[in-house]
């Protein structure tokens, strides 16, 4: 586990479009398996119960298949592989992501919780290393005593976009 930041270690509020964030911003907490990841509040569309997923021949590991949500043909992702988590039960739950008119569904355990963060809780992927060995997150954030990747939704989106078009 990462040691707690002190302030000469902040280089910056960076949420997950890269906007610095001068007051304190809302996130939405996921669990990977038993990972903690974070997501701004402001991309999370809702959190639904995994009925099905039908699978999509050809697509990357990241692209598990698609649901269907209330008419609308979902896109689901399964970030396990990306961030080096073993996939080893099938995820509950999805957190549909959204930014400007694209989304996706990313599959996980649970949502623990929402929560408001301060900008010196935050650090970026880059000071950190995390942008070549984990491309879906934009940097950490502190929560109580442990790290939590912050997920970035435009990232994540691009791909996910590159690979349906």
Known sequence: MEPALSA?????????????APTPSRICLITLGGELFAVDL????????????TPVPGMPST???????RGTVMPLADLRPS?????TASLP??????????????????VPEIRTIHP???????????????PFLSGLAKIEERMSGMVDVQKLLACVEGVLN
């Open 83 to 87: 961030l080096g988590i073993p996939s």
């Open 93 to 110: 739950f999805v957190v549909v992501v959204r930014h400007g008119q694209q989304q996706v569904g990313i599959l996980i355990d649970a």
């Open 42 to 53: 402001r991309h999370v569309r809702e959190v639904f119960e995994l009925e099905s997923v």
């Open 8 to 20: 000469s270690q902040s280089v910056g509020a960076v949420l997950a479009d890269g906007v610095k």
């Open 120 to 134: 010196d809780d935050l650090l970026n992927a880059t000071s950190r290393g995390l942008s070549e060995s984990r």
């Open 63 to 69: 692209l598990v298949g698609v649901a269907n949500l």
